[in-house]
């Protein structure tokens, strides 16, 4: 399992309404400097932002920009993007310019310097923050305070944030033994739904997934055309996948006729 930067967070629990002071901009010395100095994990929703925004298919991004890598409690596949692999540079920023993807940043980008944590309680999905605090991080030492419920509004990070949270209750789910019983066909299958949308949907219209599954026609037509709604079915086909919730019927075999009953 990845190690995604801990040795900078600070052991300090947040909640929506902790206070904290930053500020980053072009006019402080290390502006763009944290984006080459990270290892972050992309969520399913990050990469149809990304892939969109660039104009590539969710295949070739994930072959030019990330790496595959496994969860430690689910045992379900992540997808890895490190900055060092470029040479500490993140491949969407600029010096001057900076990001070039920025209104399709990913969640990890838009809480900086917040981070994120997440547990499966017996209530459901609970979050919760803390700071991330660099050596070179020169934002903090500003007068702008926010709160984490004000800094998650204004960094559009509320939204991405509904779009993930289906996929991170799957990500920290646990075998009935304690421990990741996901077998090599299972976890193939999960990543190219969840990740590799593009194949998901040459998967579903080009197999015999149609004959399987009992999807009516103004669902398939969504999903053919949009991505987010084929990301949204995606969640309800490895739910079915992963026993969670049957999701999806199957296809009511034919009847037979009435000259092949039995006795007639």
Not at 56 to 68: C, P, Q, V
Not at 170 to 198: C, E
Request: proline content about 6%; hydrophobic content about 35%.
């Amino acid at each position: 399992m990845v190690d995604l930067n801990m040795g900078v967070v600070r052991p300090v629990k947040l909640t929506p309404q902790s206070r904290f002071r930053f500020r980053c901009h072009p006019g402080v010395p290390c502006f763009t400097a944290c984006c080459g100095k990270t290892t972050i994990m992309l969520t399913p929703y990050d990469i149809l932002r990304l892939k969109q925004r660039l104009g590539i298919n969710s295949g070739e991004f994930l072959d030019k920009y990330t790496r595959r890598d496994v969860h430690d409690k689910s045992g379900l596949p992540l997808v890895i993007m490190d900055m060092p692999r470029y040479g500490g540079v993140c491949p969407f920023v600029r010096p001057v310019e900076g990001c070039l993807v920025y209104s399709d940043r990913p969640a990890s980008c838009r809480y900086y310097p917040v981070g994120q944590g997440s547990l499966i309680t017996e209530e459901g999905l609970d979050e919760f923050y803390f700071l991330v605090k660099e050596e070179h991080c020169k934002g903090f030492e500003t007068d702008v305070e926010w709160t984490v419920e004000t800094w998650k509004k204004d960094q559009g990070a509320d939204y991405y944030d509904d779009m993930n949270r289906e996929w991170k209750a799957m990500m920290l789910r646990r075998s009935s033994v304690g421990k990741p019983d996901i077998d090599d066909k299972t976890a193939n299958l999960f990543y190219l739904v969840m990740y590799d949308l593009d194949q998901f949907r040459r998967f579903v219209f080009n197999s015999r997934f149609l004959q399987v599954f009992k999807i009516d026609e103004d669902t398939q037509q969504r999903i053919y055309d949009d991505d987010l709604e084929l990301l949204q079915f995606g969640y309800r086909y490895i739910k079915m996948v992963l026993k969670i919730e049957d999701t999806i019927q199957l296809q009511q075999p034919p009847a037979p006729s009435q000259d092949a009953q039995p006795g007639s």
